[in-house]
């Protein structure tokens, strides 16, 4: 320790230099010293208290760090066992869940009839639908016509006011369609 006093060591404190002195044997006897950080940092603030210019990172160079290597505890045979159920039941959940919709039926289900079927089911809804429209529109502009010979005495008045009056309710016909068909396809 005599050479440190020549850096700035200064004296040291007896706790303190029975550790370097240890810290130094250890390192004559194998391949480098090993001190702890909690002991540099005592050293460090001796040497502040003594008004040295030696820093930390001075004391530290050249040095590396020293990580022991943690043991692991042997795991418990319990737990492990325990782990693997779970992590059973989990992957047969998720099976489940991924084939939930597959069947082995599926070709049978999905054959020309059933898909002929859903066809003509919706052909059907399109055709009650236009029927619908042009029998609301027929009607509003035969009741137009027939009830605006009180009204109007020449055949041109009257036929004016069924198309005008047939075209209001063919438009708001075509509107609540228009809106059916929305929340039909917002609920998809």
Partial sequence: MAGGGERGLGPLPPDLRDQLEAAL????????ALVPFSWLRKLHAH???EGSPLYLHELLEGSEIYLP???????????VARLERI????????????????SCQGPRRTGTLVDLGRQVRSVKA???TIFNFIVTVAAAFTCTYLGSQYVFKEMAARVLSAVI????VGL????????????ELGAL
Avoid: F, W
Wanted: no cysteine; hydrophobic share 40%.
């Fill in 25 to 32: 044997a250890h390192r004559r006897d194998g391949p480098g």
């Fill in 47 to 49: 040497l502040r208290e």
């Fill in 69 to 79: 290597e943690v043991a692991k505890p042997p795991r418990n045979p319990e737990l």
């Fill in 87 to 102: 992590k059973a039941r989990l992957a047969n959940e998720e099976y489940r869940r991924i084939t939930q919709n597959v």
């Fill in 126 to 128: 399109v055709v009650v």
């Fill in 165 to 168: 009056v047939a075209s209001v």
């Fill in 172 to 183: 708001a016909e075509l509107y609540v369609m228009v809106r059916a068909m929305e929340g």
